[in-house]
Nanobody
Framework: QVQLVESGGGLVQHGGSLRLTCASP????????IGWLRQAPAKAREEARE???????????YYADSLKGRVNISRDNAKNMVFLQMNNVNPEDTAVYHC????????????????????WGQGTQVTVSS
């Protein structure tokens, strides 16, 4: 089973920034489409997950409309990591953030009805204070 490990979450003030990191000890992330999705508190149902961003194996990036302009997904192939830079965060961004391998085109992995996620990590909690 593919192992993905997220880090970088924490408590951040409204309007602040943070960078989340996705790493894997056993797969080359640059050969996969990798997406970031989030699951807000008290919304444990699968359909409540929201796909925020995705970078495909060729390096093209995709974003949910609600996050465009505030987030940036990038890769560091030498470190085998994928990053999610989040800027100007607000309390609605409070959620557990997961990175995941995406088995479909990244277009389907962003937005409120995102699909195509295969393996994902335990997630990292992001809490935005108002």
């Amino acid at each position: 089973q593919v192992q993905l490990v997220e880090s970088g979450g924490g408590l951040v003030q409204h309007g602040g920034s943070l960078r989340l990191t996705c790493a894997s000890p056993d797969i080359p992330l640059n050969t996969y489409n990798i997406g970031w999705l989030r699951q807000a508190p008290a919304k444990a149902r699968e359909e409540a997950r929201e796909g925020g961003s995705c970078v495909n194996s060729e390096g093209s990036t995709y974003y949910a409309d609600s996050l465009k302009g505030r987030v940036n997904i990038s890769r560091d192939n030498a470190k085998n990591m994928v990053f999610l830079q989040m800027n100007n965060v607000n309390p609605e961004d409070t959620a557990v953030y997961h990175c995941a391998t995406v088995v479909l085109n990244c277009v389907y992995a962003v937005g409120p009805n995102a699909i195509g996620f295969a393996s994902w990590g335990q997630g990292t909690q992001v809490t935005v204070s108002s």
